[in-house]
């Protein structure tokens, strides 16, 4: 038995926050959690585009969480890959079924690239080892990619003679077609989320440093395709001027307007919606949506570098809240639970944080690069 199995009948489950279908890029960990943040909370993914990888490499608890912390990742899963049987428990495989613990990621391609999530697999899998990684020793652990058709093949290969040339020892890791991938039980999934101080041979000390090259290089990018303008927050007393009392108190200090009593839940006219302190662009007309709940609704902002994601925990369950860069107002918050053919997200939104720009009035009033966005 491996420190991992003694530690699956040792720890005491703890409750993680917000586990909506176990989608990564969707979960909260509890708040005492040491992990490293998930860089994929509020992120936009072309679901209907997704790319899938299956990797094995030891205990699958931790490098579920790991590969999940990787920026464009939408969602990994662990499970059993390769064996003999369909459908395993976990003792057939401890018994010796053949399966590999493996984690199946899917991940976005315009965010991240497969050569890039392999690399970043092999900072904490030891590619030489043969059925063992860190601590646990078996079968089970050995290390393997396993790929659903041939396209991904050259990649793969490339990048194992890339570790060849690192190595003086041989290259012990698998690769092979999928042959079968099974959902692990319920205990095993998203186990670090829930039990954050549980039994990992993952170290994540690189993690943050290499999310946040990634994002550097998705945010130039997206400054090549819409013009970035930086705005400026007026004064708390000139904000008091400028707003009504209840904007006020929705921008500055988190209130909450009532549902199917403000402004713009029901409004269907074209054009954009600013913050109302700053006037940076934050949603488009052509994102917003009916979704019953009587506050304005939309799947996805005009641009993220114009939106900031915070952690709230004010309620009973955490939430996330959205504000706007610039001008740090309240917004309101993003869920889970939007449209799937757009991402799955609910931009929630407070009328009162918002003021309309009819698209007849964009280019007067200064937002004439972003027509496109609208129509």
Not at 28 to 33: A, E, F, G
Not at 309 to 331: C, M, P, Q
Request: charged share 25%; hydrophobic share 30%; aromatic share 12%.
């Amino acid at each position: 038995m491996s420190e991992r199995d003694e530690a699956t009948m040792d720890d005491e489950m703890i409750p993680a926050t917000n586990l909506d279908g176990s989608v990564s890029s969707r979960l909260l960990p509890p708040d005492n959690s040491p992990l490293p943040d998930n860089p994929n909370l509020g992120v936009e993914f072309d679901v209907d585009n997704l790319r899938e990888i299956h990797l094995a490499g030891g205990c699958f608890w931790g490098v579920e969480a790991y590969m999940a912390r990787i920026y464009g990742v939408y969602d990994v899963t662990s499970g059993y890959a390769n064996g003999s049987i369909s459908d395993p428990t976990y003792q057939e495989v401890l018994g010796g079924s053949g399966h590999a613990e493996t984690v199946h990621v899917r991940y976005d391609p315009n965010l991240v690239d497969l050569e890039t999530l392999l690399d970043y697999f092999f900072e904490v899998v030891d590619p030489t080892t043969v059925n063992r990684q860190g601590n646990d020793r078996g079968e089970s652990y050995r290390s393997g990619i396993y790929y659903i058709g041939d396209t991904d093949l050259p990649v793969i290969d490339g990048v194992i003679e890339e570790l060849a040339a690192m190595y003086d020892r041989d290259i012990a890791v698998e690769v092979l077609p999928l042959d079968g991938y099974y959902l692990a039980e319920d205990y095993h999934q998203d186990y670090l989320e829930k039990n954050p101080f549980g039994y990992c041979h993952i170290e994540f000390d690189t993690i943050e440093e290499q999310n946040d090259e990634i994002k550097m290089e998705d945010s130039a990018s997206m400054s090549e395709s819409v013009e970035h303008i930086e705005y400026t927050k007026p004064s708390d007393d000139e904000i008091k001027n400028q707003l009504s009392d209840l904007q006020y108190q929705v921008t500055q200090h988190e209130a909450t307007e009532r549902s199917f009593d403000n402004e713009y839940w029901d409004n269907k006219e074209e054009g954009i919606y600013v913050d109302i302190v700053t006037g940076e662009p934050l949603f488009s007309s052509k994102t917003k949506y009916k979704s019953g709940t009587g506050w304005p609704s939309f799947y996805e902002p005009i641009d993220e570098a114009y939106v900031q994601f915070y952690e709230d925990n004010s309620l009973w369950a955490t939430r996330i809240e959205v504000k706007s860069t610039y001008g740090d107002s309240h917004l309101g918050h993003v869920f889970d639970d939007g449209p799937a053919e757009h991402g799955g997200l609910r931009y929630c939104i407070n009328s009162a944080a918002l003021r309309f720009v009819p698209y007849d009035e964009m280019a007067s009033e200064g937002y004439e690069h972003l027509l496109d966005v609208v129509k």
